[in-house]
T-cell receptor, first 115, second 114 residues
Framework: AQSVTQLDSHVSVSEGTPVLLRCNYS??????LFWYVQHPNKGLQLLLK??????LVKGINGFEAEFKKSETSFHLTKPSAHMSDAAEYFC?????????????FGQGTTLQVKP | DTAVSQTPKYLVTQMGNDKSIKCEQN?????MYWYKQDSKKFLKIMFS???????INETVPNRFSPKSPDKAHLNLHINSLELGDSAVYFC?????????????FGPGTRLTVL
C-alpha cells in the first residue's frame, strides 16, 4: 500500500527566503510522486512530478523536489519565496488500480509567506 | 478554455435533499475521478471511471452515485444529504496509460448541508 506523510502542517517563511516543505512516502514498489498546490478557494494545480526518471525534478514557479529513495523522501524546495506562493501544498503518491491510477494525498502543508 | 469544469461552484441545501454535481472535461481524457476534501483539507478519492466504466469505488455510502454518460462527463448524485456530506468535491481527469499519470482538477464544488 502507498501512503505519504507531510511532516509539517504549517510552514511560515519571509518573502525572499528559501522554502522547504517535507514529505516522506511509503510504497511497496517504485512510486510516482507529485506535488500539487491549492490556492485559496481554487482547484489543485500540479507543481511537479517524479516518475522514475531524474531524481531532481523541476516544476513550475521555481519549485523543485528531490526524490531520495534511501530516505523515502520527496521534499519540495524553492530558493526564494514570493508572496504569491502562499497556499496549501499537497504531496501525493500514485496508487494503482487496474489501469487507473488513484492519487493518495498527504495531509497538506499550509505555506505562509510574510512580507 | 476551462479544461475541467464543475457546476455548480457552490451548493447550499437542507438535510434529506437530493442533489447533483456535474463535471465536464475537454482534454480528451478517458478517465475521470471524484475526490472529497473535508474541513481539514484532507483529500480522498471517491470514484474513478475509465471509458464510462466504474474502476474505483472507495468506501463511499451508496447514497452517492456517480454517472458517466460519456467519456467527457462524470456526474455525482447524492441522495438523502447529511450534515457530514458538507465538503468540497473535486472532479479530475487523466489519460490512462502504462503507468500513473498526472490528473487535472476542476475548481471544486463547495457543498454545504444545513
Amino acid at each position: 500500500a502507498q501512503s505519504v506523510t507531510q511532516l509539517d502542517s504549517h510552514v511560515s517563511v519571509s518573502e525572499g527566503t528559501p522554502v522547504l516543505l517535507r514529505c516522506n512516502y511509503s510504497s511497496s514498489y517504485s512510486p510516482s510522486l507529485f506535488w500539487y498546490v491549492q490556492h485559496p478557494n481554487k482547484g489543485l494545480q500540479l507543481l511537479l512530478k517524479y516518475t522514475s526518471a531524474a531524481t531532481l525534478v523541476k516544476g513550475i514557479n521555481g519549485f523543485e523536489a528531490e526524490f531520495k529513495k534511501s530516505e523515502t523522501s520527496f521534499h519540495l524546495t524553492k530558493p526564494s519565496a514570493h508572496m504569491s506562493d502562499a497556499a496549501e501544498y499537497f504531496c501525493v503518491v500514485s496508487g494503482w488500480s487496474g489501469n487507473t491510477g488513484k492519487l493518495i494525498f498527504g495531509q497538506g502543508t499550509t505555506l505562509q509567506v510574510k512580507p | 478554455d476551462t479544461a475541467v469544469s464543475q457546476t455548480p461552484k457552490y451548493l447550499v441545501t437542507q438535510m434529506g435533499n437530493d442533489k447533483s454535481i456535474k463535471c465536464e472535461q475537454n482534454l480528451g481524457h478517458d478517465t475521470m475521478y471524484w475526490y472529497k476534501q473535508d474541513s481539514k483539507k484532507f483529500l480522498k478519492i471517491m470514484f474513478s471511471y475509465n471509458n464510462k466504466e466504474l474502476i474505483i469505488n472507495e468506501t463511499v455510502p451508496n447514497r452517492f452515485s456517480p454517472k458517466s454518460p460519456d467519456k467527457a462527463h462524470l456526474n455525482l448524485h447524492i441522495n438523502s444529504l447529511e450534515l457530514g456530506d458538507s465538503a468540497v468535491y473535486f472532479c479530475a481527469s487523466s489519460q490512462a496509460g502504462t503507468g500513473p499519470t498526472e490528473q487535472f482538477f476542476g475548481p471544486g464544488t463547495r457543498l454545504t448541508v444545513l
